[in-house]
């Protein structure tokens, strides 16, 4: 399957799409990641109404007009992004298309900063090894993905101490010194709500 796509940031689609468009990447985000990974929803739309740093790509097929991905990320500097949520579509997996899309945002952004879950099962392993063949390197595994909310706190399954421990993926290398300062930038989205 060649999937062909178009890349619209959600506020692109006229008003009464985007409803639709929201709809669509709502159900994909909340079936693609674990609840105390989520972003509380509501927290979600309103990022996107007031923050400018903040954005939602929504990738659609062309042959379908389904939504058939969607990320998303935060503008950190001017050179550098950190893409919150990654998700394609079940049926649209498998098919290279999330290789697609990351070779073209790699090829457009020099910096590119993600998380992924330890490699504690086959998913995970194919995940991380999945951005390593796209060039994206771990840069630390001693990283904590902040919770949050106090109700993600509460409704998940980790400290409530540290957060969820996760590897921190970059796409450009960056001295060891420096780690703890895009740490502290990154957590500082975490808390924006």
């Not at 709502?26 to 954005?55: A, V």
């Not at 509460?154 to 780690?179: A, H, N, T, W």
């Amino acid at each position: 399957m060649n999937i062909d796509y178009l890349v619209r940031n959600y506020k692109e689609f006229e008003h009464e799409e985007q409803e639709l468009i929201l709809k669509k990447v709502k159900k994909l985000y909340t079936e693609s990641f674990p609840i105390e990974e989520q972003r509380p929803w509501m927290q979600i739309l309103e990022l996107l109404d007031r923050e400018s740093d903040f954005q939602l790509d929504v990738f659609v097929d062309l042959k379908t007009s389904e939504v058939s991905a969607f990320m998303t990320q935060w503008q950190l500097n001017n050179q550098m992004i950190f893409i919150e949520h990654f998700a394609v579509e079940p049926k649209f997996r498998n098919h290279g298309l999330g290789r697609r899309i990351m070779s073209q945002l790699l090829e457009a952004q020099s910096q590119v900063i993600l998380e992924c879950e330890l490699p504690l099962n086959e998913l995970s392993q194919r995940r991380i090894a999945f951005y390593e063949s796209l060039g994206i390197q771990v840069l630390s595994k001693e990283y904590h993905q902040p919770l949050y909310s106090k109700s993600s706190r509460e409704r998940g399954k980790v400290s409530l101490d540290f957060g969820i421990p996760m590897y921190l993926l970059s796409s450009f290398p960056l001295p060891d010194e420096e780690i703890p300062n895009l740490v502290e930038r990154i957590h500082q989205v975490y808390l924006k709500d």
